[in-house]
Every structure is written in structure tokens, then in C-alpha cells.
DNA sequence: CCTTCATCTCAATTACTCTTGAGATATTGA
DNA sequence: TCAATATCTCAAGAGTAATTGAGATGAAGG
């Protein structure tokens, strides 16, 4: 369960927009991920200093994760801090206010297939 | 609906400690919200430069919303934005991975009540 | 080994953010 | 109108973040 500082960490990782389009690059890459080179083509052929900042960045964040492959370094999207920043905005803003929190989750019907009986949308 | 830019500045104005714990305490404090005094207050105290500066940043963010009342001004929680922000998480991260989302609308059940009327609350 | 490729590390620079303190503005009541 | 209250505005300074370019590190292949 995510605290209030991985919470700052997180945000403050997400707010920058270089990050914000590597994580979600990440997150359609899948558990598969991909190497930093290929994210740098991805981010307007950014530098690999500047691509290192940034992803060492996420990744100090929780946000993402690395593993060697060869050569490469494979960034992988760090799918249970991505749904615990989520969980934290519900649990920390929705307190005694489904106003926040209900909307949200209809929007969620139209992403993810309501598959699991979550709340069965 | 959210864009890429209303979120990265949302997210700027969640990663400071104190304005993270304004938006709490807004939240809590439901539709009648607070005067600036009253938040300061909270605040460990602090200055009141120091709260115009970071109210107006999570005013310019679109996270809360402000009215006079008398000599006060008084700030309330904008929840359309804040389940926006989650919205956006959900919209952007999971696309084709539920992993992301399903654990988060889980841990809802246990905040908000698990009412199935999830359209407009 | 030596070279190439992929990425990281470091130092310098620029740019932004936060805090502080002094002062301005708006509202109320005497 | 004057004083008190509540908050905002502004400028200065300290601190933090982002970009750049040069060089170091680590892996693979000849």
C-alpha cells in the first residue's frame, strides 16, 4: 500500500511530460518493455544522457523497472505502482466523496472490459 | 475529458508535500471548503504568501476553486477535476491492462461503498 | 584483444520552484 | 473615515530539476 511519500515521488515522476509519454509508451509496450535506445527513437530521438536522466528517474519512482538483455537495457512499465498511484488518489480523495471517485471508475467500463466482477458496471 | 497537459499540470500540484496535504483536507472538507486562514492553520502554521502561493498554484492547476466570503476566501475541492486525474490514469495506463485498473477499482470498494450506480453520482 | 554498440555517469549550465519578508488590496465594523 | 482582519502580490534568495556534451562502463563479435 503506497504512502504519502512514494505518492509525492510518483507525481512528481508523472509531471514531467518526457516521463509521462515514457511511461505510457511503457505501459502499451507490455511486460515485454522495451530498450532504452528504442524509447529515446520514441521521444523526438532524445539523447541517451537526457533518456537516462529520465528513466532512472521513473524508475527510482517505482514507476518502471530495468533488466539487461544483451546490450540493451529493457524498461519494463511497473504495473502495481502504476494502479497503487490510482489506489492512492481513491483512497486519499475519496473519503466520505464517491463524487471522485464514481466517475472515474465509469470511465473505467470503457477501457478495461468489466471482466471481473469488480462492481460489475 | 482530460488532456495531456491539464494532467501534467495536476500532477505538478500533487508532488508538494503541502499542497497534497491541501487537497486532502479540502476534500474532506467537503463542498462548504475553507478559508485560507482556517488551511494555513493546518498547515503547520504557515505564512500566508506561502499559502497564496501554493492555493493559486493548485487553483491554476484546476484542483480547487475559490470564493470570497467576507474578509475570507474560501477554497473548496474541484471534484470533477480530481476524479478527472484518476480518469486520465485509467484512460492512459490502461489501455489493454487491466492489471493496472482492476487492482485500483478493488481498493474503491473499500472506500467508497460499493453502489453499482456508477453513472453520475 | 580490439572495436562497435548501447547505455550510464559526471560536470556545467540554464531554468524552474519554493520560501521569506515587506507591502498592497479588499472587506468589515466602530 | 479609520483601524483591524484576511489575503494577495512582489522581489530576492536558496534550493532543486532538466538539458547538454564529453567520457566511462559493459556486452558481443571478429
Redesign the interface.
Known amino acids: 500500500m503506497m504512502n ?1 511519500k512514494q ?2 515521488d510518483a ?2 515522476a ?4 518526457t516521463r ?1 509519454r515514457i ?2 509508451l511503457l ?2 509496450a ?1 511486460p515485454a518493455g522495451l530498450p532504452a535506445g528504442a524509447i529515446g527513437e520514441a521521444m523526438d530521438g532524445a539523447s541517451s544522457s537526457r533518456m537516462s536522466f529520465h528513466l532512472s528517474h521513473l524508475e527510482h519512482a517505482g514507476l518502471v523497472e530495468s533488466r539487461r538483455e544483451g546490450r540493451s537495457i529493457v524498461y519494463t ?1 511497473a ?2 505502482a ?6 492512492f ?21 470503457s ?3 468489466p ?2 466482477g ?4
Open positions: 504519502e505518492a509525492l507525481f512528481a508523472l509531471s514531467q511530460e509521462l511511461v505510457r505501459v502499451t507490455g512499465a504495473y502495481p502504476l494502479s497503487g498511484v490510482i489506489e488518489l481513491m483512497r486519499d480523495c475519496c473519503q466520505g466523496h464517491p463524487d471522485v471517485c464514481s466517475p472515474a471508475v465509469a470511465a473505467l467500463s477501457c478495461c472490459e471482466e471481473k469488480v462492481a460489475h458496471a
